[in-house]
């Protein structure tokens, strides 16, 4: 099968195996590409209509015990890190829900304060935000103990996200060190399981080969996971990969649009955390569904891979971004219209 052919297969919704997937993905002709954004495009808008969903981003503790070696706020790393008190995680997110965001990301380091007693800190914190605000609460928090994903659950929590990054697990002993492949696989299993919606990425251009990226692609599409991503690489100073040469995001929006193709009902994110607002209509063209990374001005708050661009000029601000998307043609869905989708596709809670 050529590439045109392989796209139209998956377009009809036959699925792709892992090779499908890697010819599709190796396939770099001009005329392919094309159609494969073009085909992403009519997939997503046949399933989601014009209506994309707005996840504002609150990095609430920039500590980290962790030393993963693609990331600025690795532990051995010198720099200025924070967090935020409850009250400040309260305001931002009633912020946030009141400029019309659907979900708010709580996300972490590997803080260690939120890992005593049971994961306490982070349960409670969720509890409150769920007790302030009606819109989704994501909890990004590492890895944590299984007992933990029940608690979250029932404090209010709809999705949990832990991104594997690579499926090669060579690949992952250098990139997250002294971390465990298996159970960062099972976080997500264990969320699901607990009633929880489930997001796992990938990062590209971290040296990683085609076959490497396909493989992730099939990976995390046939886990079940509800929201997928491909992220590329920003590197950061004070990093073991600092001098990393940079990619621009030919091959992340390659993957964002096969995964459309093939896993046509997940929701896929546009991160403004990698290009800023810049890169806001390229991933939307290759075929996402979720922006993600919005953060407010003025409020001493970090992305991740862009600790930085774009958030006090106020171009990641809610009002921006939404401007932006209507200027595309797309409208931000309501509250209801997102809790609808959480409600139909939350998993079915397993004993276990
Ligand atoms: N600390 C938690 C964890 O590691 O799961 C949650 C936050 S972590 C900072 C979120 C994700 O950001 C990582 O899993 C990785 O995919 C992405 N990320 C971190 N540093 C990045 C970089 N330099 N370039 C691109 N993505 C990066
Ligand atoms: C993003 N900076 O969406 C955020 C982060 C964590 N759930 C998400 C990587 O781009
Ligand atoms: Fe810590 Fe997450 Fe960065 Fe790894 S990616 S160093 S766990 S903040």
Known sequence: MDAFELIDKAEKGHGLDLDGIAALMSATDDEVTEELFAAARRVRDRRFGKTVYLYGFVYFSTYCKNNCAFCYYRRTNDLHRYRKTKEEVLTLSASLEDAGVNLVDLTMGEDPLMYVDA??????????????????????????????????????????ACYQ????????????????????????????????????????????????????????????????????????AGTPMQDLEPRDSTEELR????????????????????????????????????????????????GVAQP???????????????????????????????????????????RC
């Open 119 to 160: 994961h306490r800190n982070l349960i409670d914190l969720v509890q409150s935000v769920r007790d302030t605000v009606d819109i989704g609460i994501m909890v990004s928090p590492g890895a944590i103990d299984r007992a933990a994903f029940p608690a979250l659950r029932e404090a209010g929590a709809d999705w949990f």
């Open 165 to 236: 990054e690579t499926y090669n697990r060579e690949m992952f002993a250098k990139l997250r060190l002294e971390q465990d492949f298996r159970n960062r696989m099972d976080q997500r299993i264990w969320a699901r399981e607990a009633g929880i919606l489930a997001e796992d990425g990938m990062l590209v251009g971290i040296g990683e080969t085609p076959r490497d990226r396909a493989e992730a692609v099939h990976m995390m599409g046939t886990s079940g996971c509800e929201q997928i991503r491909a992220m590329t690489f920003v590197p950061q």
């Open 255 to 302: 993957a964002i649009a096969t995964m459309r193709l093939v896993f046509q009902d997940r929701l896929i994110p546009a991160s403004l955390d990698v290009e800023g607002i810049a890169g806001l209509k390229t991933r939307i063209d290759a075929g996402a569904n979720v922006i993600t990374s919005i953060i407010p001005p003025h409020q001493e708050l970090a």
């Open 308 to 350: 930085e661009l774009n958030i006090d000029d106020g171009h990641r601000s809610v009002d921006y971004v939404i401007e932006m998307l209507e200027g595309m043609g797309r409208k931000v869905a309501s509250d209801s219209e997102y809790r609808s989708f959480i409600d139909a596709h939350r998993p079915v809670p397993r």
